[in-house]
């Protein structure tokens, strides 16, 4: 079967990372990659280096990864969905709901959309939601989680703290991913309250978001998402009838996060256990990522099968967004003339 070939619009730190899972898919072909960079086109200098996104578009790819900075992401979409070309883009979906509502309208029938949500694709978030499928702790109760980075000595220079271009901060560069996680796990929201400061890097964006949300089938859930955390942090602990699972630690790049982890417990109390209130934990620990490979494999399952892209769809991408839209105005980041939709943590 031919090889399905691929541009790479937008060549940083997560065109890096596509470039290699291309490389490693058997379906797939790198054709080009497009990049404003100049400096890009001699580290690459077997690949071809298209000059504009109307060439990439004339050159007709099966498919595009767009990688680039979230004000420039809606329009590549549209761009590219319009003219029958399938779509692979990063989270978010754009700097607001507006944006993620002009992709879906330019998605149609046999054109595929998936979004950079690699999270669902974590061994241990998805060893996590099968034992909760399982059944055999009982429905959820509640989740709490925490999604935090360092900081660092460059971390006010980065784009993603400018409004302009990113549309917000810490809660929409790196919460979404948790935010996501929640519907992964409990499904919609019918509520959303929000703390957001600028509690030290003196932004026009939001250094931390506390974000409670009220489920609309009894699972509510907290996030406190942070740029001031001085150490990398991902951890959510998920609450069952009869147990508790907690993913802590996240395989990437740098390793910063911690080693990854899944802990398992039943309920335990007194009359169960000697030490009350402190169950025995099964923990798996998981050395491999192939979040980005997985995610990447199913998004060609779907062009090849023409079937509908399922998980990390634009609905779910337009859901989050929605939730994170909600958290903003809740916390005074925008003001309610900005809100795409009054009811829209409702539908």
């Known amino acids: 079967m031919q090889k399905l070939k691929c541009v790479i619009i937008g060549y940083g730190y997560m065109g890096e990372i596509r470039r290699a899972v291309v490389e490693r898919t058997l379906d797939l072909e790198l054709s080009g990659i497009l990049d404003t960079d100049l400096s890009v086109k001699p580290k690459l200098p077997q690949v071809r280096h298209f000059e504009s996104l109307e060439e990439v578009l004339k050159a007709k790819p099966d498919l595009v990864f767009v990688c680039t900075p979230n ?29 993620i509502q002009n992709i879906r309208k330019a998605e149609r029938n046999g054109v595929k959309l998936m979004f950079g949500f690699n999270h669902r694709w974590h061994p241990g978030i998805m060893k996590a939601k099968a034992v909760m499928d399982s059944g055999r702790f009982g429905r959820i109760i509640n989740m709490r989680a925490v999604y935090g980075k360092s900081g660092g000595a460059r971390f006010k220079h980065s784009w993603r703290n400018d409004p302009a271009i990113s549309g917000g901060g810490i809660l929409l560069d790196q919460g979404i991913h948790m935010l996501d996680l929640f519907r992964f796990f409990a499904g919609d929201f019918a509520q959303v309250k929000c703390v957001a400061s600028n509690a030290f890097w003196n932004l026009d964006v939001e ?10 089938h009894g ?17 959510i602990h998920i609450t069952l009838e009869g147990g508790y699972l907690v993913v802590e630690g996240l395989l990437s790049k740098t390793g910063s996060y911690g080693r990854e982890q899944l802990v398992v417990a039943k309920r335990q109390f007194e009359d169960e256990a000697h030490a009350v209130g402190n169950p025995s934990e099964e923990i798996t620990y998981f050395d491999r990522d192939l979040s980005w490979d997985l995610e990447v494999q199913e998004f060609v399952k779907c062009i090849r099968e023409d079937r509908p892209v399922t998980t990390s769809s634009s609905q779910d991408a337009l859901k989050v967004m929605q939730i994170i839209e909600q958290a903003y105005l809740d916390a005074g980041w925008i003001k309610p003339q900005e809100v795409t939709h009054e009811e829209h943590c409702r539908q």
């Open 71 to 99: 004000v420039f992401s809606p329009h590549i979409c549209v761009r590219a969905l319009s003219r029958g070309i399938h779509v692979f883009c990063e989270k978010p979906p754009g700097r607001n709901v507006t944006d």
């Open 207 to 216: 250094d931390n978001a506390f974000v409670v949300l009220k489920g609309r």
């Open 219 to 235: 699972i509510d859930a907290m996030l406190h998402s942070s740029s001031t955390f001085w150490k990398h942090a991902f951890g």
